[in-house]
C-alpha cells in the first residue's frame, strides 16, 4: 500500500510592485530648503503622486520643516492601500534657553479608497509637543504630551445575515509621558517617572506604566543596574482583556 499525494496546481499570491521617485532640492535664500518630486508606482496598482517639502534653519537654535504628498489614486490592489490620499507632516524645534528645548508635530492623512466592492477611509490627526530641561550635569526633565484622532469606515459582508454591513471605527487619545533623571556624584543615576495613554471612542481604554530605575558603580568598569516598571491596562467595554503586571529587572554590566 502506498499513499499519494496528487495536486493538479500551486496556487500563491503574488504582487507585483515597481517605485520609481524623482526629487529636487533648491535653496532660494541660506537657512531656507524647498523640495518638490514626483513618486511613481506601478504593476498591480498604479499611482502618481506629488511631492512637496520645505525646511528653514535659524542657526543651531530654531528649525522647521513640513513635508506633503498628494495622490489622486488610480488602481490599488488591496483595499486599504494608500489611494486617493493627502497627508502632512510639519515638525518644530527650538532651543529657547541653553537648558531649555522644545519639539512639536502635526501630521495629518486623510485616504479614500473605493476599493472593487467595498469602500475605505481614513483620517488619522496626530498632535505631539515635547520638553526638555537639564540643570546642568545632574538633573534632567522630559516631558512629552500627544493627542491623536482616528476614524475608519469600511462595508463587510456579516456572515450571519450575508448582508452589506458599515464597520466604523473611532478612537480619541491623549498619551503623556515624563520621565526625571538624576546623577550623583558619585557617578550613581536614578530616574523616576512614567506614561499613561487613555482612549475614549469605539473600544475605550486605559494604560499606565510607572517605572523608576537606578545604576550604582561598583568597580571602575562594572556598573549594576536595577529596574521597576508596572503595566496596567483596561477596557471598560471588555474587562476581560483587563490585566496588570510587575516587572523587576536586575544585572551587571562589565565595560572594557
Given amino acids: 500500500m502506498t499513499d499519494r499525494f496528487h495536486t493538479s496546481s500551486i496556487q500563491r499570491l503574488t504582487v507585483n510592485y515597481h517605485r520609481e521617485q524623482t526629487e529636487v532640492f533648491v535653496d532660494p535664500v541660506p537657512g531656507v530648503t524647498l523640495r518638490g518630486g514626483h513618486r511613481l508606482i506601478w504593476g498591480d496598482t498604479k499611482q502618481h503622486v506629488a511631492l512637496a517639502g520645505a525646511g528653514f534653519r535659524a542657526g543651531t537654535r530654531f528649525g522647521a520643516n513640513a513635508d506633503y504628498e498628494r495622490s489622486p489614486g488610480e488602481r490599488s490592489y488591496f483595499r486599504t492601500s494608500l489611494h486617493d490620499y493627502h497627508q502632512m507632516r510639519a515638525r518644530l524645534r527650538g532651543q529657547i534657553r541653553k537648558t531649555l528645548s522644545a519639539t512639536g508635530v502635526y ?7 473605493p476599493g472593487l466592492n467595498a469602500g475605505f477611509d481614513l483620517d488619522v490627526r496626530n498632535a505631539s509637543a ?20 482616528l476614524h475608519s469606515q469600511t462595508s463587510y459582508v456579516a456572515p450571519h445575515t450575508r448582508e452589506r454591513a458599515e464597520s466604523v471605527y473611532r478612537e480619541r487619545a491623549h498619551a503623556a509621558t515624563v520621565l526625571a533623571d ?33 545604576a550604582l558603580p561598583l568597580r571602575k568598569n562594572a556598573e549594576g ?3 521597576w516598571r508596572w503595566y496596567g491596562f483596561t477596557q471598560p467595554l471588555f474587562i476581560f482583556e483587563s490585566f496588570r503586571s510587575h516587572q523587576f529587572t536586575a544585572g551587571l554590566r562589565i565595560s572594557h
Avoid: I
Fill in 107 to 113: 501630521s495629518l492623512l486623510d485616504n479614500r479608497n
Fill in 130 to 149: 515635547a520638553l526638555h530641561w537639564t540643570a546642568g550635569k545632574r538633573f534632567g526633565l522630559t516631558g512629552e504630551y500627544a493627542r491623536s484622532a
Fill in 182 to 214: 538624576v546623577h550623583t556624584g558619585g557617578h550613581a543615576s536614578f530616574s523616576l517617572g512614567g506614561a499613561l495613554v487613555t482612549a475614549s471612542g469605539t473600544r475605550s481604554a486605559r494604560y499606565y506604566q510607572p517605572l523608576a530605575r537606578a
Fill in 225 to 227: 543596574y536595577a529596574e
